[in-house]
């Protein structure tokens, strides 16, 4: 069932920064092949060539506008990606009036569920939200902004992020809850997005809230959201033991 409803939906998408859907195979494997357009590179690539400071910054909140877009446009149609990352953002260069322009799009939608079916862990361990590798709860769209916020703390090596996950210091997702959690408290340069790192994903921002909070209506689908919950506010119900996280938290985190 999980075929049918998944494939419909894929071919379905139409968005501007979605890869387009050609066709899948393997469903049946267990082994999900998605067809999609070749693209000039990945976004893992292109923060590799164009390390310097100014080009992260600038591609860096490029490819966060249009990934919140598209996954806004996923939230409205029900669909969880399960697996944000570097190397799952692609971009191709346009030219506007003389000018060279990036756009990103997302691709590889092997590991995409409803979000009324998924429940099973999928993705990659350094990105997967909390909930997904924890593999027991139902999922929401919200799954996917944990992973868009990691990969923005990967794109701009905030406090080493992605060189600790390069050296290979970072890779055990305990580990990265901690990191995750301690940078969204403490980084000011991301403080504007750091609801994404609310480790609850009822409270977890979604992408129309930061789109929102950013007034970039424009790039949202469903033009109506809600209030954006407070990460700092959260984050006290945490240590005064008000959340239902706070016995992992405080261990983990160590307060």
Do not use: C
């Amino acid at each position: 069932m999980l075929t049918s409803y998944v494939t419909v939906i894929l071919s379905k998408l139409n968005h501007r920064h979605i890869v387009n859907y050609l066709g899948s195979q393997g469903w049946d494997t267990g082994f999900v092949e998605i067809f999609m357009p070749m693209k000039k590179g990945t976004l893992a690539g292109l923060v590799r060539k164009y390390p310097s400071y100014n080009d992260l910054k600038k591609n860096g909140n490029t490819v966060l506008l249009q990934m919140l877009s598209a996954l806004d446009y996923l939230a409205f149609n029900k669909l969880i990606h399960r697996d944000i990352k570097p190397d799952n953002i692609l971009y191709d260069v346009t030219n506007v009036k003389g000018e060279e322009r990036i756009v990103f799009q997302l691709a590889d939608f092997g590991l995409s569920v409803l979000q009324d079916i998924g429940r099973s862990q999928a993705g990659t361990i350094i990105f997967m939200a909390p909930e997904v590798h924890d593999g027991d709860k139902q999922q929401t769209p919200r799954a996917d902004m944990w992973s868009l916020y990691v990969t923005m703390l990967w794109v701009y090596n905030e406090q080493l992020f992605r060189h600790s996950v390069e050296t290979g210091r970072l890779y055990r997702q305990s580990d990265v809850r901690r990191t995750v959690l301690n940078i969204a408290s403490t980084s000011k340069d991301l403080q504007f997005i750091r609801s994404m790192a609310i480790y609850d994903p009822s409270l977890r921002a979604s992408a129309a809230q930061i789109l929102t909070g950013l007034r970039r209506q424009d790039l949202m689908t469903n033009k109506t959201a809600g209030p954006t919950n407070s990460y700092s506010e959260w984050m006290d119900t945490v240590r005064t033991g008000k959340s239902k996280f706070s016995p992992y938290l405080s261990r983990i985190l160590e307060f």
